[in-house]
Structure formats: C-alpha cells, structure tokens
Nanobody
Framework: QVQLVESGGGLVQEGGSLKLSCAAT????????MAWFRQTPGKEREFVAG????????RYADSVKGRATISGDSDKKTIAQQMNSLKQEDTAVYYC???????????????????WGQGTQVTVSS
C-alpha cells in the first residue's frame, strides 16, 4: 500500500512564505514523477508544480512561476515546495501526487497520476 504523507500547510499572511513536504512510503516505482496539485471548492484540481525525480526536470504552472520552487530526492521519494510571495488566490487544499513512471516528462493532468495524498490546507489571509 503506497501512501503519500504531506506536511507543511497552514495559515499565512499575504506576502508570506510556506513550505510543503511530501514523502512516499514505498519506493518500488519505475521512474516516478511527483507533483503538487491544488483545489478550491467548486473548482477542478489543478497542477501547481512537478518534478521528474530521476532526471530532475521541473515544471510549474504559470500561476506560481517565479514564486514557487520544487525540489525532490529520487532515492528517498520525497518532494518539497517552497512558496513565496503568497497571494489570497493561493488559498486551497494542496495535494501531493505520484506517477509511477513511463511518461518521461512532468505530466499535468490529474488522471496521469497514480497515487494521491490526503491533502493539506493552505490559507492565505489579507
């Protein structure tokens, strides 16, 4: 049973910073990509940032480009995302996701990912 364990969500003031972390409990993956998605009520889950761990290739959504930095450890199957200059529109539940391998790129569609974390709430206040 694969689990993705997320941490780091919380309440932060606009303009502040936050770091999210995620660890996979198993490591029997072919060539995984790990990513962060986020979702607000009534909206579809959207891609935020992802990293193809073995190659170190990274992709960001335009909405966070320049404000987010994702990093990963291929051996430990962990990722972290530092988010700076947070805006109220960054408020959402953030989900860690893992794709077991085969695309050889950072994919952005939810159905491309095989495992999901429980989600961690990030609230940005004015």
């Amino acid at each position: 049973q694969v689990q993705l364990v997320e941490s780091g969500g919380g309440l932060v003031q606009e303009g502040g910073s936050l770091k999210l972390s995620c660890a996979a409990t198993a490591d029997s993956f072919y060539d995984p990509t790990m990513a962060w998605f986020r979702q607000t009520p009534g909206k579809e889950r959207e891609f935020v940032a992802g990293i193809w761990l073995s190659a170190g290739k990274i992709r960001y959504a335009d909405s966070v480009k320049g404000r987010a930095t994702i990093s990963g450890d291929s051996d430990k199957k962990t990722i972290a995302q530092q988010m700076n200059s947070l805006k109220q529109e960054d408020t959402a539940v953030y989900y860690c996701a893992l794709e077991v391998g085969g695309y050889h790129e950072v994919v952005v569609r939810t159905h491309d990912y095989d495992y999901w974390g429980q989600g961690t709430q990030v609230t940005v206040s004015s």
